[in-house]
């Protein structure tokens, strides 16, 4: 992995107005039962939260966000459980943030604390051997 390999944000969710509304009635209503751990913590009800935005603009690299359906369409050899956090390598998708990691932030600093040690800081992208 390279320091300017793009990263891809990818959201356990569709894309597409009828699962967005979907998704806005499930965060409001079942909260705790919301299968994205990204997208709540990122997203309020209806936009993403400032903080968020701020913080992926200082990454220094190319950051692109997908959901479900169009990763699974454009990489569909990858299986990873989902949310998760790829470095896109040679065209390939590298997994360096998993759903595990992401469902055990509690908020946002967590959130951003993982992307900064597992995708950004020099030993996750030149790991020693």
């Not at 499930?26 to 968020?52: N, V």
């Not at 992926?56 to 459980?81: D, K, M």
């Amino acid at each position: 992995m390279s320091p300017t390999d793009p990263l891809l944000f990818v959201y356990n969710a569709d894309r597409g107005l009828y699962n967005t509304l979907a998704d806005i009635g499930h965060k409001l209503f079942s909260p705790g039962t919301y299968q994205c751990q990204l997208c709540a913590i990122t997203h309020g009800l209806l936009r993403e939260r400032e903080q968020w935005r701020d913080f992926v603009e200082t990454l220094g690299v190319p950051c692109e966000f997908l959901h479900r359906n169009q990763f699974r369409e454009r990489f569909p050899a990858c299986s990873a459980p989902l949310p998760a956090v790829f470095r896109l390598t040679r065209g390939s998708p590298e997994q360096c943030a998993s759903a595990a990691e992401i469902a055990a932030c509690v908020g946002l600093a967590d959130l951003m604390a993982l992307i900064q040690r597992r995708c950004i800081a020099d030993d996750a992208v030149n790991p020693k051997p």
